[in-house]
């Protein structure tokens, strides 16, 4: 079992940055792929940035790609998406997600508003 809670999210300007946080608690951290979602009112939730289990590759959509960078501090358990060049598009709930092989978990999300 794996919980995950993202934290960092707020209320920021156009061109603003900000960093997530996602915690996970549990086993076997390191042996989970790990990714950022992101659900904007009214549209279905999104693939954002991904980073493999040993972070040894990344994936980005490519609305964020060059903006956004994902990385993990598996001594901390923790998986960050750096956000830089903030847009008001960029506007959504953002979770993270926890994958293996045989199973995958979602944590709660946290609320990233960019005003224009």
């Known amino acids: 079992q794996v919980r995950l809670v993202e934290s960092g999210g707020g209320l920021v300007q156009t061109g603003d940055s900000l960093r997530l946080s996602c915690a996970a608690s549990g086993r076997s951290f390191s042996s989970y792929a790990m990714g950022w979602f992101r659900r904007a009112p009214g549209k279905d939730r999104e693939f954002v940035a991904g980073i493999s289990w040993n972070g040894g590759s990344t994936l980005y959509a490519d609305s964020v790609k060059g903006r956004f960078t994902i990385s993990r501090d598996d001594a901390k358990n923790t998986v960050y998406l750096q956000m830089n060049s903030l847009k008001p598009e960029d506007t959504a709930v953002y979770s993270c997600?926890?994958?293996?092989?045989?199973?995958?978990?979602w944590g709660q999300g946290t609320q990233v508003t960019v005003s224009s």
């Open positions: 997600n926890a994958k293996s092989v045989f199973i995958q978990y």
